[in-house]
């Protein structure tokens, strides 16, 4: 029989380096998970993609266990990507630190449409826009 | 966009800010990217009040010390940028709430949920349950104060450590704890008889975690702790050339760290000594495997529980 849900937290947490503090440590001990077994668990498996931002939806159980998984990374982790550089600009106004195209801002949305949980495409497209102005990133064409 | 001013001190502090449903993932990444920590999308417990229609409570939370004042700064500023880059009328505004997080609000959640355990006769219990708990005479009673605490027990791979150390463990060893974390294995090893223990871990908390556990337990005469990786460990342990060697040596770590190390945990165990590596992922096992067979170890037990697995055994000669 299949165990009832108690609830689904949402988080996102830099790849590698969960610890039982915040914002791991309150979204799971209200539920009664154990937290030591979730930050290793994640940890093992993020190590990789090391300070990178990993959404991760971990699905709570009656009996308190627990099951997570990894989503695709944020839309600003994948802009930062396909304009090929390493952080965003710490003025994004005044200092540009890269450029995407209209393609990719496309392709970008498309991956996430789902997770934005946006009606269609266009609006999908206009928050990818949003964050690439908000890291500095110019978004060509 | 004025922030509530958060009281400065010690505590940790929570940025709550109510985001249009679209707009939370990427105010969630730039949250986390600001502060470092992580950050929630939804309600939690102590919510007094739901989100405004058609949005959903973001939050992240700011590490006590020095930083945290110019980090609840960065925040706003971040999240300023964020609606003025956005030119979206339905991301209007953001306006971060900060306010302290009291310990209740989690370090005291594992007290709700905490029940005394045993692994065989060690039984491990909070001060407060004490009393509470029937005990056997033979009992090793390890009181632990669980909280923002790795390594409580209740992990399979501190689980067979502890069986390790009942089975294995003879009075007066000297035992290793590489990763000691929280410090659990050492007090535990302590309390089984050993004469000293020796822990490093490369994490400063760990430290600061594990003492006072030896202490609320009594054996901190027998226990020291240490902030150290394997690279630097040797300036502290080793005498000039000679390399210190211990009965006991336990490392129970993460896989590649056991495989990058398997020599450095090798070189530790004494003649008729032994070691448990744990903390091995089962679909990892023949790589942990071939670096220790590599290292000059002899396995002699390997104990798979759930996904993690445990070698046991000694150094060939």
């Known amino acids: 029989m299949a165990k009832e849900v108690k609830a689904k937290i949402k988080l996102q947490v830099p790849g590698g380096q969960a610890t039982p503090a915040p914002p791991v440590g309150p979204a799971l001990g209200q539920h009664g998970v154990n937290i030591g077994d979730f930050v290793r668990r994640f940890n093992d498996e993020t190590k990789q993609a090391q300070g990178l931002t990993i ?70 497209m206009r928050i990818i826009e949003g964050t690439a102005r908000s890291s500095g990133i110019i978004v060509e064409g | 966009m004025t922030p509530d001013s958060p009281e400065a001190g010690d505590a940790w502090l929570e940025v709550r800010v109510a985001v249009p449903q679209a707009w939370t993932e990427t105010v969630a990444t730039v949250l986390t990217e600001t502060t470092g920590t992580g950050s929630v999308i939804g309600p939690v417990a102590e919510d007094r009040d ?38 979206d009328s339905e991301l209007a505004v953001l306006h971060p ?44 009673v390890l009181l632990l104060e669980p909280g923002r605490a790795f390594g409580t027990g209740r992990h399979a791979t501190t689980r067979t450590c502890l069986l390790a150390l009942q089975d294995r463990l003879q009075p007066n060893d000297r035992v290793l704890d590489c990763g000691s974390g929280s410090g659990v294995l050492s007090v535990a090893a302590a309390k089984l008889g050993a004469r000293s223990c020796f822990g490093f871990d490369i994490e400063s908390y760990a430290i600061t975690v594990a003492e006072p556990l030896a202490r ?30 211990f009965d006991v040596v336990l490392a129970n770590i993460f896989w590649d760290v056991l495989e990058a190390h398997a020599t450095d945990i090798a070189k530790r165990v004494a003649d008729d000594g032994w070691y448990a590596v744990s903390g091995c992922p089962k679909t990892h096992i023949d790589r942990v495997e071939r670096a220790l ?25």
């Not at chain 1, 695709?72 to 003025?91: D, N, Q, Y």
């Not at chain 1, 801002?105 to 996430?112: D, F, H, L, N, S």
């Not at chain 2, 054996?219 to 210190?244: N, S, W, Y």
């Open chain 2, 293 to 317: 067979l590599d290292a000059g170890l002899s396995i002699e037990t390997l104990d798979v529980r759930g996904n993690w697995a445990t070698f046991l055994g000694r150094r060939e000669r």
């Open chain 2, 97 to 140: 709430a900060m306010r302290r997080l009291d310990d209740s609000e989690w370090v005291d959640y594992w007290k709700r949920f905490w029940r005394p355990f045993r692994v065989r006769r060690v039984a491990i219990v909070t001060p407060e349950q004490r009393p509470t708990v029937a005990l056997r005479d033979d009992d090793v």
């Open chain 2, 216 to 245: 609320a337990n009594g054996v901190d005469d027998r226990c020291r702790f240490v902030t150290a990786g394997f690279d630097d460990v040797g300036a502290i342990l080793d005498d000039g050339d000679a390399t210190t060697e």
């Open chain 1, 55 to 124: 959404p991760v939806i971990i699905t709570v159980y009656s009996d308190r266990s627990f099951d997570y998984i990894c989503k695709s990374p944020p839309a600003a982790v994948l802009l930062k990507k396909a304009a090929g550089v390493a952080k965003g600009s710490p003025e994004p106004n005044l200092e540009k630190v890269g450029k995407v195209t209209k393609d990719q801002v496309r392709e970008i949305a498309e991956t996430k449409m789902a997770d934005l949980n946006a009606r269609d495409v266009d609006q999908a």
């Open chain 2, 50 to 87: 739901t989100a405004p229609d058609g949005t959903e409570w973001v939050r992240t939370y700011v590490a006590p010390g020095a930083e945290a004042a110019s980090a609840c700064e960065r925040v706003t500023r971040r999240l300023e940028d964020l609606v003025a880059a956005a030119e």
